[in-house]
């Protein structure tokens, strides 16, 4: 459809329709707990209000959201860190009954007026990494959630049936029912959950209802992801965005959550009835012009979305490619993004909340499913984004309608294109070597590229199947870590070296050899390796712009606050600097998008009616940020050892990857370690791995230690009561549990630099216990 | 077919009439200026009309479908769906959709006729023009 003016009504997808019986879908749900409520006034971005809902109880209750909690957490996810807190324990892991599935909002979650402001953030203990795990999603939810009268939904306990929990504004309840003959999976459910709950049969109805699901891949697996709906009143497709990384939608279907449903009454462009409306309009506007005069000639978002970054990584050697041992691939220009623009439906608007410009949320309609439950069916495939196209990449397939079909797959499935990405690269690694074989992968012949092998993997996986395989795959790469070396079918240092994960969490889809900034971006994160927290691979490697430990760390303390703001706020990253004023690189600070942070403050204060300046928002995410890392010391992690990552992320582990870019490494070896090059000729690839190795890891060490000093943390990377007094908390409980593991840190030696200077190397201080002189 | 305003500059007296009536048409005051969705304004070479040409390029911005064609072919705005998102306002390639601080909702020239109706000097016509004619679409192009 390039024409574009089609008028909404005539507007055709091509996709398979179906006529739900919504009559009986409606006959078998049972109401088990009704709670009615008075919505409060929402007031300058705050319904000051969250909803606390049991499932095992079927408790439902309001808790009210103080100044107090205003002031420290801000909003979003620091709501979130706030709730869990008060109702977890220590020893709560992922499928523990007092675990909880948190959707929060933000202030500004829910304008219309500036790009991205429509995002939810859920936290969850996740099975993979059993710390808290965050996730920030587009789709309706979160703003409808709040123009229903809540900051924040917070879930616990577990049904014993499968049920749907309604948010329903119109009516002024809430409602847990039981859900028995819908569909599990997404594509399916959303439709049919919309269909029922919409109050009448229109485009414009529909639009008012907003689900999350997950779906049968997540019932097996670790890598259940939340799907949250947004109706496409001109493709008439209940679309959706992921909540994809940690299992989140494991923990939702382990709850028996079938579905959340939020149907919102009435909500216009101050809904949230902000202090100074005209000054969000004013930036809106500034915005929504920017990207309409500059993103064709930036990121080309709204034609290709982020898929444009798939030729960039793979002109940069960053492109993953059989499991991250290479960065780019003669094939790859199969899949740059030229390639999924043939297939995007055009001239829509595709944000994935309203207003969102950047429209970076593209579809393939009318999509033709080749094999699975759903084979001949004509669907809307959301997507591809650049991680999924990645996924594919690093598992070594080239067909664009390959990576389609696995894309929609995995949505409807619920599980996190990344994360069964990632993770099945390196089982077809592991293939390639014969530590896996297809007697052990339950007959698949699970090596790169093999095309079929992963979906039927996917669909055994979905079906639940039981063999031993598809069931300890399921769970990723840390426990299929285990289970090779416990069978000791392979050597164990190239298994834990090559399998991407940290803390129990799958990488996302970027080579990070060769920057040094890049792994700490990946390792010293809070819930695990996701480009989330820090991006600096083009600043550190390309542009060289932060060559010493000190600028390293420094960046690695601003950009990990910078971008934890959004999530405080409800807001989406991307419209910060996926398009940049047009002299931003005339600028003091390119890097920041000193504008655009401008632009943040303002919206913040318009929202809000405070008077904040740019180092006040920083100060918002520092808050939060020690927070989760104070709660994942809480629950027995988040300190140095749980910061390791593999050395594939780091240099190659295998001389094939040494081989192929001898060059590189001999000339690094010379450069770094200062090995004359006639020397490097008599040695072995072998030898000069080890060396190599030997260097990079001190090198990751020595950037673990400035990071931590810089972070205000111990050499452990436990915040110390200092800095958590100096951001202003005062509780006790907290303060005592943190200054206990220091305690116990210093009796087993731990406070102590990790990396070991040298004559004329220092590091960050000399000073014994240097948090106790702050 | 869809109908647009022509303004016959040389007979324009800056009067601002029209002004007054189109912001009559929006929001029922006779203030005119940046009320009224027709700005005429003095250059160097004589009176200019700024208004929406009706190429409904915002059309394929809205993302709640606030914005149709009308009986008259002039892209109306539904006050009642829109929910302020100012799209149509950003990515209006001539700034002919605009917003007002009385209220979140842009607004724009409907081809209603008010200001023709209000100018004594004639200045002011609703010409019908073919739709392809005038017809523009959202870019959507790969590459700059
Ligand atoms: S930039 Fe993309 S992901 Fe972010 S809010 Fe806009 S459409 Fe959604
Ligand atoms: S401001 Fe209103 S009419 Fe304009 S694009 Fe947004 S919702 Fe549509
Ligand atoms: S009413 Fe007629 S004469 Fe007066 S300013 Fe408008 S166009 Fe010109």
């Known amino acids: 459809m390039v024409e574009g003016q089609i008028t909404i009504t005539d507007y055709q997808t091509g996709n398979t329709k179906h006529n739900w019986d919504l009559q009986k879908l409606k006959k078998g749900h049972k109401i088990l707990t009704k709670y009615t409520y008075k919505k409060g006034e929402i007031n300058r971005g705050y319904a000051n209000r969250t909803l606390y809902v049991n499932l095992s109880t079927n408790t439902i209750k309001e808790k009210p959201v103080t100044n107090d909690m205003k002031k420290k957490f801000t909003g979003g996810r620091g709501f979130g860190l706030k709730l869990l807190w008060d109702e977890i324990q220590p020893t709560t892991r992922w499928d523990s009954e007092e675990n909880e599935l948190v959707i929060t909002t933000g202030p500004l979650c829910g304008n219309t007026q500036y790009p991205g402001s429509g995002k939810s953030i859920c936290l969850s203990i996740s099975p993979s990494t059993n710390i808290i795990c965050d996730c920030n999603v587009g789709g309706f939810f979160g703003s409808y959630l709040k123009f229903a009268g809540f900051d924040a939904l917070e879930i616990q306990g577990k049904a014993t049936k499968d049920v749907v929990l309604i948010v329903d504004d119109e009516a002024g309840e809430i409602r847990i029912e039981t859900a028995p003959h819908e569909e599990t999976n997404s594509h399916h459910l959303n439709e049919q959950l919309t269909h029922l709950y919409a109050s009448e049969d229109s485009e414009k109805a529909r639009q008012k209802i907003s689900v999350i699901s997950a779906g049968k891949g997540a019932e097996h697996s670790y890598w259940g992801c939340l799907n949250f709906s947004f109706w496409d009143i001109r493709r008439k497709v209940a679309r959706m965005k992921q909540a994809g990384r940690g299992g989140l939608g494991t923990v939702f279907r382990d709850k028996k959550i079938k579905a959340i449903v939020a149907k919102v009454k009435h909500f216009d462009g101050i809904s949230n009835h902000p202090a100074d409306p005209k000054k969000l309009a004013d930036v809106g506007i500034k915005l929504h012009r920017e990207i309409r005069d500059l993103d064709r000639y930036q990121c080309n978002m709204r034609t290709v979305g982020t898929g444009h970054l798939v030729e960039i990584m793979d002109q940069y050697d960053l492109l993953p490619t059989e499991n991250y041992r290479f960065g780019s691939f003669p094939k790859a220009s199969k899949i740059y993004s030229p390639k999924f623009y043939e297939h995007f439906t055009k001239i829509i608007p595709d944000g994935c909340w309203h207003g969102c410009t950047m429209a970076c949320s593209k579809t393939v309609d009318g999509f033709t499913i080749k094999t699975g439950p759903y084979k001949g069916e004509n669907v809307t495939v959301d997507g591809p984004e650049y991680e999924t196209i990645g996924a594919g990449s690093n598992m070594s397939l080239w067909d664009p309608e390959w990576i389609l079909e696995f894309n929609f797959y995995c949505d409807t499935y619920g599980i996190d294109t990344i994360s069964t990405g990632t993770a099945i690269a390196f089982y077809m690694e592991m293939y390639e070597y014969g530590i896996l074989n297809k007697e052990r992968c339950n007959g698949l012949e699970l090596c790169f590229g093999n095309a079929d092998a992963v979906l039927e993997f996917m669909h055994q996986l979905a079906q639940g199947n039981s063999s031993e395989f598809i069931t300890i795959a399921g769970k990723g790469t840390r426990r299929v870590k285990d289970w090779l070396i416990t069978n000791g079918w392979g050597d164990p240092a190239l298994i834990n070296e090559a399998g991407m994960e940290s803390k129990g969490l799958e990488f996302s889809e970027y080579v990070t050899k060769e920057s040094l900034a890049m792994q700490g971006g990946y390792g010293l994160t809070l819930k695990g390796p996701q480009h989330d927290e820090a991006w600096l691979i083009f600043m550190d490697m390309v542009n060289n712009a932060i060559p010493t430990f000190e600028d390293k760390a420094e960046a690695l303390h601003y950009f990990p606050m910078w971008r934890t703001w959004f999530g405080l706020n409800g807001l989406c990253k991307l419209p910060w600097n996926d398009v940049e004023p047009i002299n931003n690189a005339q600028t003091d600070e390119p890097s920041k998008v000193p504008e655009h942070v401008q632009n943040y403050v303002d919206i913040q204060n318009a929202m809000t009616g405070w008077n904040v300046d740019k180092n006040e928002l920083i100060l918002q995410s520092e808050r939060c940020y020690n927070w989760q890392r104070s709660m994942n010391v809480w629950l027995g992690r988040g300190q140095r050892k749980d910061d390791w990552i593999p050395y594939r992320s780091m240099g190659p582990v295998t001389e094939m990857e040494y081989i192929s870019r001898k060059e590189r490494y001999d000339k690094k070896l010379h450069e770094n370690l200062g090995i004359k090059k006639k020397d490097l000729e008599h040695k072995t690839v072998r030898e000069k791995l080890e060396l190599l190795y030997i260097y990079r890891r001190e090198q990751y060490e020595k950037l673990t230690d400035a990071v931590y000093y810089r972070r205000g943390w111990t050499p452990n990377g436990i915040p110390t009561p200092q800095k958590m007094k100096a951001l202003g908390f005062t509780d006790k409980k907290m303060l005592t549990i943190l200054q206990k593991k220091i305690d116990s840190d210093e009796k087993a030696g731990l406070n102590a630099w990790g990396g070991t200077y040298k004559k004329g190397e220092s590091p960050p201080t000399k000073t014994k216990k240097y948090w106790e002189h702050w | ?144």
Do not use: W
């Open chain 2, 1 to 144: 077919m869809v109908n647009v305003l022509k303004f016959y500059p040389k007979k324009c007296k800056g009067c601002l009439e029209c002004e007054k009536a189109c912001s009559n048409v929006h929001f029922k005051t006779f203030d005119g200026k940046e009320k009224s969705a027709i700005r005429i304004t003095k250059t160097e070479k004589g009176y200019q009309m700024h208004v929406c040409d009706q190429r409904g390029l915002c059309l394929d911005m809205c993302p709640v479908g606030a914005l149709t064609r009308g009986k008259n072919g002039a892209v109306l705005l539904n006050v009642k769906t829109c929910i302020g998102c100012q799209a149509c306002v950003g990515f209006c390639p001539i700034g002919a959709m605009r917003k007002n601080d009385i209220r979140i909702e842009p607004f724009k020239c409907i081809s209603c006729g008010a200001c023709v109706r209000a100018c004594p000097e004639h200045a002011l016509e609703l010409m019908e023009k073919s739709l392809d004619a005038i017809k523009q679409v959202v870019y959507h192009k790969l590459g700059a």
